[in-house]
């Protein structure tokens, strides 16, 4: 992760719960990953946890025993308080504090851009047991032309395309990295939230994509946003779920 991209998270970790992450425990993204890669029951690290949304509803609906690391040190003080049933660490996907074989899945959720992959993948290999998983949730490339913020940002297709991995690279590269049975599956969600909640999100720059992109595009595009959004925000969130199982 680059050091802009580590500050704009250490920034936003108070308020990432209420711009970026569904604290419903119904969420039907980690409703998905849990029946894709197994995790009921399971051992699980979240890699890039973030406030640790994604714990608490594995902990609390799912009988995961749950352990997340993040880079950003604000990001883990939220979730500390936030998911006291989960333990949590600061530290990079590149260099896991844990040893081999200690997990039986462990799980990323919107972070994979930001890593060094050829790294990062062969240290969850590490530190997963025999036959255990790991499940990528991740944007489709092929779903930024319909994306809501798209009209209001003239170089964001751009920027999400040349940083996001699609479906095929994800699988190479976890097979390159001694990962066998690597699967991708297609996730579509109609998401809806109201003109203020979308007017939050770009005012407070809630995606890491803002980081990418010259602060004249960005203020002219929030500008174009407050005049042309309509009462409600209605688009189709298109993702990725990549599970692949370590031998």
């Known amino acids: 992760m680059t050091t802009g991209s580590r ?9 990432y719960g209420e711009l970026r992450a569904s604290p419903d425990f119904g969420d039907p993204v980690t409703a ?31 009988d995961v025993i749950a352990v997340g690391v ?7 003080e939220v979730a ?37 992959r050829p790294r990062a993948f062969p240290e969850l290999r590490r530190i997963l047991r025999p036959s255990g998983r790991v499940a990528i949730t991740t944007s489709d490339p092929e779903g930024f032309e319909s994306f809501w913020m798209k009209p209001f940002f003239p170089s964001y297709v751009r920027i ?8 095929d690279v994800l699988r190479a590269e976890l097979e390159d990295a001694g990962f066998e049975d690597a699967r991708v599956h297609h996730l579509g969600i109609e998401r809806r939230f109201s003109r203020d909640e979308a007017m939050k999100k770009l005012r407070g720059r809630a995606y890491s994509t803002f980081t990418l992109m010259a602060d004249a595009e960005y203020e002219s ?17 298109r993702l990725l779920n990549v599970v692949a199982t370590r031998p």
Request: charged share 25%; glycine share 8%.
């Open 7 to 15: 500050e704009h998270f250490d920034q936003l970790a108070e308020r």
């Open 32 to 62: 998905a990953v849990v029946e894709v890669a197994g995790l009921q029951s399971s051992h699980v690290l979240d890699v890039g946890c973030g406030p640790g949304t994604v714990l608490g509803q594995l902990a609390r609906g799912f």
């Open 70 to 76: 993040d880079v950003s040190r604000r990001m883990i």
């Open 80 to 116: 500390r308080r936030e998911v006291p049933e989960a333990s949590f660490h600061v530290a990079a996907a590149e260099d896991l504090p844990f040893a081999d074989a200690t997990f039986d899945a462990a799980i990323m959720r919107m972070v994979v851009h930001h890593l060094d």
């Open 160 to 167: 999400e395309q040349a940083r996001f991995p699609g479906g």
């Open 221 to 237: 595009g929030v500008d174009e946003a407050e005049r042309r959004l309509p009462p409600e925000v209605v688009y189709d969130l």
